[in-house]
């Protein structure tokens, strides 16, 4: 079982839909969690940091829950534009550092 | 914002030679810069973790004496693939660490004939 668990999709969305990611994780001293998402052969771009009370930026919203160990995405009014893989990311101590985790990515296609 | 650029954006080389790719924060200083290598429709997979002032941290399975890391500046981390072959055809990408946040650069696209 991989340490940061997603499913890979891909989601086919019409525009205007919303659109709802999860991403699990296993180790429960997991400090830190991300989103970010990756356009087709380009670098991954930071969506948001995801904080335990959860947070919000425009159509995205993000949410931790520690009990369950997951974090999810949402997005609302999805886009054309919003298509790409997003990626669930984890920050965990590891031998006196921290290690960053990412998941495989969910696809997203947002269809016209 | 946190800007990462990364340079070249592409290159070719020929099977044998070296290519050193550099990777800078722009905008705010970085202790702590990783490098990746994504191959097509796969993960990224970190290669090292590079801290300023010291030795590289390498993956396992990461030849350190082939993929040469130096971090001599807080805003600035190398890359060097020596001896080049086409199995490190790959799209390189760096990122930098700001708070806990990593910024990626936009990424190398080495290819090696």
């Known amino acids: 079982r991989k340490e940061v668990e997603q499913d890979p999709g891909p989601f086919n969305v019409p525009e205007g839909a919303t659109v709802a990611f999860n991403c699990t994780y296993s180790?429960?001293?997991?400090?830190?969690f991300f989103w970010y998402r990756q356009d087709c052969r380009k670098e991954p771009k930071l969506l948001m940091s995801?904080?335990?009370s959860g947070n919000e930026d425009g159509r995205f919203t993000a949410q931790l829950n520690r009990a369950s160990q997951y974090i999810s995405l949402l997005i609302r009014d999805s886009k054309l534009s919003d298509s790409a893989t997003y990626l669930c990311?984890?920050?965990?101590?590891?031998?006196?550092?921290?290690?960053?985790?990412f998941g495989t990515g969910t696809r997203l296609k947002v269809l016209a | 914002g946190a800007v990462v650029s990364q340079h070249p954006s592409w290159v070719i080389c020929k099977s044998g030679t070296s290519v050193k790719i550099e990777c800078r924060s722009l905008?705010?200083?970085?202790?702590?810069m990783f490098w990746y290598r994504q191959f097509p429709k796969q993960s990224l997979m970190l290669m090292a973790t590079?801290?300023?002032?010291?030795?590289?941290?390498?993956e396992q399975g990461v030849e350190k004496d082939k993929f040469l890391i130096n971090h001599a500046s807080l805003t600035l981390s190398t890359l060097t693939v020596t001896s080049a072959h086409p199995e490190d055809s790959s799209f390189y990408i760096c990122?930098?660490?700001?708070?806990?946040?990593?910024?990626f650069g936009p990424g190398t696209r080495l290819t090696v004939t």
């Open positions: 990311v984890v920050n965990r101590p590891a031998s006196g550092t921290y290690k960053y985790i």
């Open positions: 590079s801290n300023e002032g010291s030795k590289a941290t390498y």
């Open positions: 180790n429960s001293a997991s400090q830190s």
């Open positions: 995801v904080y335990s």
């Open positions: 990122s930098a660490l700001r708070g806990y946040e990593q910024y």
């Open positions: 905008d705010f200083q970085a202790t702590t």
